[in-house]
């Protein structure tokens, strides 16, 4: 589903990413590690160019990704949550979920909105439809972001931190609805500081420092101390 292939990306002469390949079957779920700054964002963002590569190629779903007649092709396939939700405050929770649908696949706005209130049933927030995200807790936002991700029904999903602006209080509910999609056949790329989340929900761990892959496990291997000395040191620094 997801192809990368000597991928890099400069910012200057610093080098973000450098030679990373990475490929993720369908319906996998993979879980980006690393000490801040390692890449983590700029990898995910590759992938459906919300940041550009300029070395190596992306595929996704054999489309590769770069400017142009292509790059419809490539979002109409992902769906991306944000750490910090990035929903339109002036739109209702329910046309927030909405928008995307009418705007890019043509549906009409009661068919977009009917799709918008099962999706919110989804996530656990049909109640909050008519409010605006200013009035929800981060934790609320956050499952408005999700469902507004899947209203595309995308074959693939991207999460960026998708809890660290949350209050402790509000993680787990996130975390459940994302465990909730895990394995329902979408493929996830997931980038997240919970550990205990991680070792539950990833099929294989990838672990980032300096621009590069370092290592990709199992998380049983990543999590019991097989993985290489600077992942151990990782997982000292945050467990
Ligand atoms: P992570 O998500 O793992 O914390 P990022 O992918 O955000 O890391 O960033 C990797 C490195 O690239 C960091 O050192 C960051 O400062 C740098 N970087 C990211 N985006 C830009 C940018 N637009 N301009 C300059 N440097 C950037
Ligand atoms: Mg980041």
């Known amino acids: 589903m997801i192809r990368m292939r ?18 993720v079957a369908a319906g996998e779920v ?10 983590k ?47 339109f405050p002036n739109h209702t929770v329910l046309d927030n979920v909405a928008l995307g649908p009418v705007r890019v696949k043509g549906l009409t706005w009661e068919a977009a909105r009917t799709k918008a209130r099962a ?61 909730s999609l895990a394995h329902s056949g979408v493929t996830m790329v997931l980038v997240t500081h919970e550990m205990g ?3 539950q929900v990833a099929d294989r761990i990838v672990f980032m420092e300096a621009g590069e892959i370092r290592e990709v496990s199992t998380p049983a291997a990543f999590f019991s101390g097989t993985a290489n000395e600077r992942a151990r040191a990782f997982l000292d620094a945050v467990l």
């Open 30 to 39: 993979v879980v980006l590690l690393g000490p801040s700054g390692s890449g």
């Open 119 to 179: 999706l919110l049933d989804r996530v656990g927030i049909g109640s909050q439809a008519e409010k605006y995200p200013g009035q929800l807790s981060g934790g609320q936002q956050q499952r408005v972001g999700i469902a507004r991700a899947l209203a595309m029904e995308p074959r693939i999903l991207l999460f960026d931190e998708p809890t660290s602006a949350l209050d402790p209080e509000m993680v787990g509910e996130v975390l459940q609805v994302i465990r």
């Open 41 to 87: 964002s700029t990898l995910i963002r590759c992938i459906n160019h919300l940041e550009e590569y300029d070395s190596g190629d992306v595929f996704v779903g054999g489309v590769r990704v770069e400017r142009g007649p292509n790059l419809l092709k490539v979002r109409q396939q992902t769906g991306m949550v944000f750490q910090s939700f990035n929903l």
């Open 197 to 199: 989340f991680a070792r």
């Open 6 to 23: 000597g991928v890099g990306r400069r910012f200057g002469t610093f080098e973000a990413l450098r030679n990373v390949d990475l490929d």
